[in-house]
């Protein structure tokens, strides 16, 4: 397993073996994170993945489509009424 030293200014260098592995050229973008002792550096398009896949794995199979339309039909009948009664008092 390659080691990597911090250099000056907190400065690291990935080796050949796993940039070539990972298909980083120079200029590209990492993300750094902490997740717990350990340093993460991802790419954004794996960034966005893994916050894809921890959504799909929070909602299950809620269709939050139609739950939206649903509370969205709901508030405009509340409305309506609050709107009728308003036109029918004295």
Do not use: S
């Not at 911090?6 to 070539?20: D, F, N, S, T």
């Not at 340093?39 to 921890?54: G, H, K, N």
């Not at 009424?81 to 008092?89: A, F, H, K």
């Amino acid at each position: 397993m390659p080691q990597i030293k911090l250099g000056r200014q907190g400065r690291i260098v990935i080796p050949a073996e796993i940039r070539e592995e990972l298909g980083l050229d120079e200029g590209t973008q990492l993300i750094a994170r902490v997740d717990g002792k350990r340093l993460l550096l991802e790419t954004p398009d794996a960034v966005l993945a893994r916050i894809r896949q921890e959504f799909r794995a929070n909602i299950g199979d809620r269709d939050l489509v139609a739950e939206l339309i649903a509370n969205r039909r709901e508030e405009a009948r509340r409305e309506d009424e609050e709107i009728e009664r308003y036109r029918n008092r004295p």
